[in-house]
């Protein structure tokens, strides 16, 4: 009988042989099953070496075979035809411009935090009300943790480019928040409208802009007010 068949070597090294005819001394000595697919094929034994048959292997693992002369062809799921080749990715998978789900969901918490933070130091000093660092520390630490949360969630440029944006805006906040605490504990007269045109609180305010408008946009849009 002629069949075609593959020979099967250590850890399944497959090679197609084409139209090989086996003597009568040639038995059965077992079945070829295909990790990750279900059915199995006759191996068999000739001179020490194993033999499947190519066509029972194609169908066991779902590929196709093609002809070319002497060349046979054994093409697996998903793998592209002879003579293609794979669709180039598109524009939106190789220069992605936006921010991530999870990136932004956490940036525009930080941001939230922030706001918060500045307004409670604004109204103390406005209403002079006394400020102490255990004040001051939780609105530090929320928003550090937030901060720790948007860092775990970059994953894209813009998310990469836009993170240390986000860390400055934090870092200038709790200079200002320093800067008003020290006054404090050395007893200087703080005026309520001392922060009105305080050029560390403008940076803060053009920045906490400048990234709500890139949050709006899901886009990375560096104009330099963060630094």
Not at 57 to 68: I, Y
Not at 75 to 96: I, Q, R, V
């Amino acid at each position: 009988m002629r069949e075609q068949f593959v020979r099967v070597g250590f850890i399944l090294a497959l090679f197609a042989l084409p139209k090989l005819a086996l003597p009568q001394s040639a038995q059965q000595n077992g079945t070829l099953i295909v990790k990750g697919h279900s059915g199995h094929t006759p191996v068999l034994q000739f001179n020490g070496a194993s033999y499947v048959d190519i066509e029972a292997l194609a169908r066991l693992v779902n590929g196709s075979l093609s002809f070319q002369g002497n060349q046979i062809t054994l093409t697996l799921p998903g793998a592209p035809a002879a003579g293609t080749s794979a669709t180039p990715p598109s524009p939106s998978e190789t220069a992605n411009t936006g921010f991530s789900k999870d990136f932004l969901k956490a940036g525009i918490e930080e941001m939230s935090l922030i706001r918060e933070w500045r307004s409670a130091v604004l109204n103390a000093v406005k209403n002079g009300y006394p400020l102490t660092d255990a004040f001051v520390a939780n609105y530090r630490n929320q928003a550090a943790t937030s901060l720790r949360l948007v860092s775990v969630a970059v994953s894209t440029d813009a998310d990469r480019n836009a993170f240390p944006l986000l860390n400055n805006e934090f870092d200038k906040m709790q200079k200002l928040s320093n800067k008003i605490l020290a006054a404090r504990k050395d007893m200087n007269y703080i005026s309520p409208d001392a922060l009105q045109n305080d050029p560390l609180d403008q940076q803060i305010l053009v920045c906490a802009r400048s990234l709500a408008a890139m949050a709006a946009a899901n886009q990375f849009q560096d104009d330099g007010s963060c630094y």
